[in-house]
């Protein structure tokens, strides 16, 4: 069976007759709607920034700019509101995607054309190393290296060096490889699990459960 529309709430219904009309009422929904919506790209963009070298005035003239694009891509696409949540609610995801792709095209615009080397030494502590575990950080580096290396596959592996090792954004992958949040927690997760199980079987990390004396 294909998607049946569920008939909007008295607020979206509104928000919707508005918006399709002409005239003081549709200019006012208009500028009402962009109001939202700027105030949903602003607080999503400073929450996604860290990392990515923006801020202040440029930050804020990205958020403006996603509320924009927002804006004129729900103007274009109401007769695809099927109802099945409130209106604003629906129009706050165009922002929010708006603001994650342009954080992350301007990352990748400003990075550089080559990356350092990973700094590896930072990992242990990923992992559950503890205090005293880590007082051989340089031998734990190199078994982590080992289990990215023969143990990940090779998705895996690009996922979790540019996530964990090199510390890029999650926004800035995500437009990088036209993949989703999702995907790439997943990626990650796994190629963790995959790190710890190698690290625990070579003794280089304790049991869960297991304490050291």
């Known amino acids: 069976m294909g998607d049946v529309a569920t008939e ?41 920034a860290a990392g990515t070298g923006l801020g202040g005035p440029e930050l804020d003239d990205l958020a403006h700019q996603a509320a924009s694009d927002a804006l004129l891509s729900i103007l274009r696409r109401l007769d695809s509101f099927r109802g099945e949540s409130r209106f604003t609610t629906w129009a706050y995801k165009f922002v929010i995607l708006e603001v994650s792709s342009k ?16 700094d590896w030494t930072q990992l242990p502590a990923a992992f559950g190393a503890s205090p005293e575990e880590t007082l ?26 540019h996530v964990v090792v090199e510390g890029i954004p999650l926004d800035a992958l995500v437009a990088r490889l036209g993949i989703t949040r999702g995907t790439v927690y997943k990626a990650v997760f796994d190629a963790r699990r995959k790190i710890r199980k190698h690290l625990t079987e070579t003794g280089h990390l304790a049991q869960k459960g297991q304490h050291h004396d």
């Open 103 to 118: 954080i992350g095209r301007h990352f990748w615009q400003r990075a550089e054309t080559s990356w350092d080397e990973p």
């Open 8 to 48: 909007p709430d008295i607020d979206s219904a509104q928000w919707l007759a508005t918006l399709r009309e002409s005239g003081p009422a549709h200019d006012d929904a208009v500028a009402r709607l962009h109001g939202l919506l700027l105030r949903v790209g602003l607080r999503h963009a400073h929450s996604r």
């Open 136 to 161: 051989a950080a340089a031998e734990i580096v190199g078994e982590v290296q080992f289990a990215v290396a023969h143990h990940l596959t090779e998705y895996q592996r690009e996922i979790f060096v």
